[in-house]
């Protein structure tokens, strides 16, 4: 490569030094993967609104009544939907770690198909635990 100035420059803004998200489609697996992280961390949070449910059937029915109301407003009910499809997808995503460590699913195409079967069942059985409960609600 020549060592001029211009050469350099040309060079420099031509080539990205790295795949950047701009250029580079992240493929579903590491997607999932994130995603894994990231629902592992929001379970933490999710635990402490359990706990603190708890904590209020414990307590007294005013503070019980209170706590109850607040998971039934539409930004509790939104919060326990997004707690529940964390624990479905973590959940699903553990499975697939765990059918992986077997040695199994490993290929490309497998994996991405399991990836996007983890991402279709926790929306499945997210949908599916908040019917039921509706449907339990309303018997």
Known sequence: MSKSPATREFARRERPLSPHLSVYRPPITMTMSIIHRITGGALYFGTLLVAAWLMAAASSQPVFDWVNWAFGTWLG?????????????????????????????????????????????????????????????GA
């Open 77 to 137: 009910r939104l919060i326990l939907f997004g707690y529940t499809w964390a624990l479905m997808h973590h959940m699903l995503g553990g499975v697939r770690h765990l059918v992986w460590d077997t040695g199994t699913g490993l290929e490309k195409h497998t994996a991405s198909r399991i990836a996007w079967a983890t991402l279709a069942g926790s929306i499945l059985l997210t949908l599916l635990i908040w019917v039921a409960g509706y449907m339990a609600r």
